[in-house]
């Protein structure tokens, strides 16, 4: 590699997670800080004891992951010039979740305030505001809610009524869908606007190749097919093909190292949305429909011609995978009939991010329990279904991108109610095996405030504090039915889902 400052994802990894960060005993809220509990009943400066840290840290990742969700819709809202829709709760939810809600006054505050909720959130956990951890994570349970419904369903919604639902098709992913003798367009991000009209304006194209990467990947797959060449963990090897003309990249889990990285090869890195900006990449603003197809012209006339730059390539042919995908809430009601002949106990979602700190081999476990359980998948989990062949339309089921979790929530509330349950009482559980992104938090606690039981398997914030801990497994199953639970080792999930009671 010419340029020796780029140091990879794998070398980067080197450097330890903060033990104390891990265990959520870190506050940096002020600037007598950062405070690091190191001992049992150790407070920080202010007096601020291990439960409340923890609670304000999870506060404050649900509102992040709350707001880039409900950012992603916003954006969708601004780009069809559209109005905000009224009353999106109440005409989404089941009512008797309205209901309880209503009286523990988690009901989100509607229309455009709910970004009030998200600024309360950050001014609560702010130095000497809220300092009862239950009502702080009563908060991360309200933030759910927005993030569910005023960003996941909304955002997939909007989507789905401008770009069409997806199709049950046979799709390919892993890097080899990468085309040695064709020109290649990457779109990594989250937010598809600009994706699109790529994907449209390449049809014109015999030789543009359009690729996804991350959740704008996975959404493009799930609703056109468009084959999918990385999740997060593999962004940086998608440039490191030295097959990649331009990499065009919306929002949302981006790596900054990318640009150091394209440096050492001809690829065009082009940021497009305003929020998403990076110093030193070229930014082609899109805000609306007229200036998508527009960028997307001038971004495949880029490509073409960046092509005879190509210096080094790597031959990724042998990395490709066929897959069943494009499955959404349709699929309900095959779900509710194996359940009904007991062919199936329940259904799992193992949902979220791949980190790469995670070295656990969850896919291997989820394999097993697919004797006994129907898998749904989405975000970067799905693309690791994937690459192992996993993703047949049988037992294993594409549901699209993160935001696309809401078809996840759909399918169990449709399911709950053929079974005339609640979704609390019904055989569902929310897997996030490997979570990396504040979005994957939030997405856990919306499930969680709709009754499905949610498991992580990465040391976030519950590890360690009993009384957090206590409130995520005892206080949510009173209200709600459901817990937050954090198990690391996939066998000992496997052992317990073996003989898991759903109530
Ligand atoms: Fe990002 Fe969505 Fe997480 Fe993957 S799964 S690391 S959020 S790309 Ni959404
Ligand atoms: Fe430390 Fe309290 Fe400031 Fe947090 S808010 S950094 S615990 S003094």
């Known amino acids: 590699m010419k340029n020796n400052k780029f140091r990879g994802l794998k070398e980067r990894l080197a450097m330890q997670p903060c033990p104390i960060g891990c265990e959520s005993k870190c506050c940096k809220n002020c600037l007598m800080g950062p405070c690091r509990l190191m001992n049992k009943n150790d407070v920080g400066v202010c007096g601020a004891n291990a439960d409340v840290i923890s609670a304000r840290n999870i506060v404050r990742t649900v509102a992040a992951g709350a707001a880039a969700h409900t950012g992603h819709a916003e954006h969708m809202i601004d780009f069809l010039k559209t109005k905000f829709p009224d009353r999106y709760i109440e005409r989404k939810a089941p009512k008797y979740l309205l209901k309880l809600w209503g009286q523990l006054g988690l009901m989100p505050r509607i229309k455009h305030e709910h970004f009030r909720d998200i600024s309360e959130a950050l001014h609560a956990t702010t130095m000497g505001v809220n300092a009862d951890y239950q009502d ?4 991360a349970v309200k933030l ?6 005023l960003g996941l369903y909304l955002a997939t919604e909007l989507e789905d009524k401008t770009y069409g ?27 598809p606007m600009l994706a699109e009209e790529i994907v449209k304006e390449a049809k014109k194209h015999k ?13 493009l797959l799930a609703r056109h097919g468009v084959p999918l060449a990385a999740n997060v963990i593999l962004q940086e090897d998608v440039i490191a093909t030295g097959l990649i ?51 997307a012209e001038k971004i495949i006339q880029m490509a073409i011609k960046n092509r005879d730059k190509r210096k080094k390539a790597l031959n990724v042919d042998d990395r490709k995978v066929n897959a069943v995908i494009g499955f959404d809430e349709r699929i309900a009601d095959k779900l509710y009939e194996q359940l009904r002949r007991k062919e199936i106990k329940g259904t799992i979602a193992v949902i979220g991010c791949r980190n790469p700190r995670v070295t656990e081999d969850w896919i291997s476990m989820y394999k097993k329990l697919s004797k006994d359980y129907a898998i749904l998948t989405t975000g970067c989990m799905a693309f690791e279904f994937g690459r192992v062949g996993l ?10 991108s993160c935001v ?12 709950a109610k053929r079974l005339e349950k609640k979704m609390g009482d019904a055989p569902f559980l929310v897997s996030a095996p490997s979570p990396l992104a504040e979005k994957c938090v939030a997405i856990g606690f919306f499930f969680a405030a709709l009754g499905v039981d949610v498991h992580f398997g990465y040391p976030m914030m519950i590890k360690s504090n009993s009384d957090v801990e206590h409130f995520l497994q005892n206080v949510l199953k009173k209200h709600f039915h459901s817990r937050i639970f954090l198990e690391e080792n996939p066998e000992r999930l496997y052992r317990a889902l073996r003989n898991y009671k759903f109530d």
Do not use: W
């Open 136 to 139: 702080l994570l009563k908060m």
């Open 144 to 149: 759910g809610i927005i993030d569910g419904y």
């Open 165 to 191: 639902k997806p199709k049950v098709r046979k799709g390919i992913l892993d890097l080899g869908v990468i085309d040695e003798k064709k020109t290649n367009i990457a779109v990594h991000g989250h937010e």
């Open 207 to 219: 030789n543009v190749n359009v690729i996804g990467v991350c959740c704008t990947g996975a959404s």
């Open 245 to 295: 003309e331009v990499m065009a990249i919306d929002s949302q889990c981006v790596m900054p190292s990318l640009v150091v990285l394209s440096e050492c090869y001809h690829t065009h890195l082009i940021t497009t949305n305003s929020l998403s900006k990076i110093s030193g990449v070229v930014h082609m603003p899109v805000t609306d429909r007229k200036s998508a197809q527009l960028v």
């Open 391 to 400: 993703l047949d339309g049988k037992r294993f089921f594409h549901v699209g």
């Open 404 to 415: 696309n979790n809401s078809r996840v929530a759909e399918i169990f509330r449709i399911v």
